[in-house]
């Protein structure tokens, strides 16, 4: 509705989706396949990019815990139903994000 898509449009191509494919969820097999595929990518990402916390201040590591935290979470409800991210924004319950600041909070005061 922005006009923005986080998707990268070659891989989009690749799939043989467009936006309009894909936003109206037109072939169930080759978007949820191709949503999965974005997870699964997505997933690497993040294991990659787990050592690089040691880098961090200790300032700045239950910030930087969080954000992947909320991030991951937000990957895994849409790994749970693909579908979901043309019809809602996908969001964590506010429970959910309390527990996760609670959490970086004790990170952010070295109590990992």
Not at 27 to 54: I, M, N, P
Not at 88 to 109: D, F, M, N, P, Y
Request: charged letters at 30%.
């Amino acid at each position: 509705d922005r006009g923005r898509s986080y998707l990268p449009a070659d891989e989009l191509a690749a799939a043989g989706l467009s936006m309009d494919d894909l936003l109206a969820w037109r072939d169930d097999g080759v978007c949820r396949a191709f949503v999965l595929d974005q997870v699964e990518k997505a997933r690497e990402h993040y294991a990659a990019a787990g050592s690089l916390e040691s880098h961090l201040t200790a300032s700045c590591r239950g910030t930087s815990w969080a954000m992947g935290e909320i991030y991951r979470s937000l990957l895994e409800k849409i790994a749970g139903d693909p579908e979901r991210i043309v019809h809602e924004r996908v969001s964590l319950g506010r429970l959910q994000k309390t527990t996760i600041a609670l959490k970086a909070k004790t990170i952010r005061r070295g109590g990992g």
